[in-house]
């Protein structure tokens, strides 16, 4: 049975009308986690110092490895169950919702078993030893203990946004962020705790805020409610399939990273995994904003496709690219013209005197990748997997592991010249993909209820 305020809303409302009702709050609520994470690398940078700053650098990408299933099962659930309602399946929507929550935390507990357990191999592995490697150590531990309560934040944000609480999943981002930031703060500046408060504040965050997100469902008032969970071998292969862009996303550019990483202690030490941190704290800014402003509309999108309305998907997506390649405009200017501000704003100290010019370099990175980001979120949404995960492939992984051996030969520059060189690559393979399947997304409307 279709839910006619749902309807109303994906379907009937204008779309720059639903470009500002969805889009815009989530992009705000992004904003607002994309300041915290600034803040968290300020705050540690200048409470705890280099070595600290270094090592959460050198620990992320198991971090996000750590959450990388739950926000495999967050997003390739939500496409089908938006498609699903858009059929007016809310049943099977209902069911593979359920179930979704059930995966999320069996799959916190064993990869919170998992890097707990491997967290002093994974940093002797990197190169790192003495007390760069034990603050990576502890901080890496931290989320995996807190990993089952913590990991449902990345799926229950979706949820609410296909049931059309556009402005709660906002409010609850702003909560989030400002809890996370006031209490780090007080942890670190205060009380003068070590580099385990930094991830504890974050964790606790994110699980009081997937708490209050999922009491929400419990009133039977939304879209989706929870119905008894019950195991099914197609639905889990659909959300793998729908997710596994991300994923593999997800884990590929972790994988890149972590090399990176290697050859950046061997190169420079422990300054130039803070110059990488840096260039990773800058693009946490704008990617956030990006990701909230096409990811809200994948509902959206996913509605419309699945009832059969493709020319309100393509007016959709105009706006998703339009609003993906202003946001790029402005992080390249920004990247362009205060590059000496943005290392300062993270490192303390001494500042490695090839810090600007990496900055400068991955200026360029945002010519292009509002092209293959765009291309990537539109793909998902209509569930063609397979080319998002060409595209997610190759820019988290193929295009850079390629470019870093070809550019071995230049040092650090190499590095840093990566990042625009794989952009580029990234928005060739998306234009061919857009130009593959023009043909479905250019059919004619069913009539509109």
């Known amino acids: 049975m279709r839910n006619e305020a749902q309807h109303e809303l994906f379907v009937k409302t204008k779309t720059r009308k639903l470009f500002f009702r969805a889009a815009i709050p989530g992009a705000i609520g992004m904003l607002a986690s994309a300041m915290y994470q600034t803040l968290d690398g300020v705050y540690v940078g200048k409470f705890l110092g280099a070595t600290a700053f270094a090592s959460v650098n050198l620990a992320m990408p198991f971090v996000i490895i750590n959450f990388a299933i739950a926000d495999l099962i967050g997003v390739g659930s939500s496409v089908p169950i938006s498609i699903s309602l858009g059929e007016g399946k809310k049943e099977t929507a209902d069911r593979i919702f359920s179930l979704s929550c059930v995966l999320i935390v069996f799959f916190g507990i064993l990869m919170g078993l998992f890097m707990y357990i491997l967290a002093p191999f994974f940093m002797k592995m990197m190169g790192a030893d003495g007390e760069f490697a034990s603050q990576a150590v502890m901080y890496l531990r931290t989320y995996a203990v807190m990993s089952p309560v913590s990991t449902m934040v990345f799926a229950s944000d979706n949820y609410l946004r296909i049931c059309g609480k556009i402005h709660t999943s906002m409010c609850l981002n702003i909560f989030l962020s400002v809890f996370c930031a006031v209490v780090e703060l007080v942890f670190l500046g ?21 708490s209050i997100s999922l009491l929400q469902f419990r009133k039977g008032r939304l ?33 890149t990273s972590i090399v990176m990483n290697m050859i950046l202690v061997r190169l420079g030490g422990q300054n130039a995994v803070s110059v990488y941190g840096v260039l990773m704290y800058a693009d946490g800014i704008i990617l956030p904003i990006m990701y909230g402003s096409c990811d809200s509309l994948q509902p959206a999108v996913g509605y419309n496709w699945g009832a059969g309305y493709p020319s309100r998907v393509r007016g959709i997506e105009k706006f998703c690219f339009s609003t993906s390649f202003l946001l790029c405009m ?66 988290a992984f193929i295009f850079p592991m390629i470019l870093l051996l070809s550019l071995e030969w230049m040092g650090l520059d190499g590095i840093w010249l990566n990042f625009p060189l794989t952009s580029l690559l990234g928005a060739i393979l998306s234009a061919v993909i857009l130009l593959r399947v023009r043909k479905d997304i250019m059919k004619e409307d069913n009539p509109i209820e």
């Open 190 to 210: 205060v009380f003068g705790f070590g580099i385990w408060a930094a991830a504890f504040a974050s964790c606790l965050g994110m699980a009081i805020t997937a």
């Open 223 to 255: 879209a989706l409610s929870f119905v008894r969970p019950v195991f099914s071998f197609s639905i889990v292969k659909k959300i793998f399939a729908c997710g596994l862009p991300s994923f593999l996303n997800n884990i590929a550019g972790r994988l």
């Open 330 to 395: 402005l992080a390249f200017l920004a990247c362009s013209f205060i590059p000496g501000f943005i290392v300062s704003s993270f490192i303390s100290g001494e500042i490695p005197p090839y810090a600007v010019g990496a900055v400068t370099i991955f200026a360029f990175t945002y010519l292009t990748r509002w092209i293959s980001f765009s291309t990537q979120s539109f793909m998902l949404a209509l569930e063609k997997s397979l080319y998002a995960t060409i595209i997610s492939i190759s820019m």
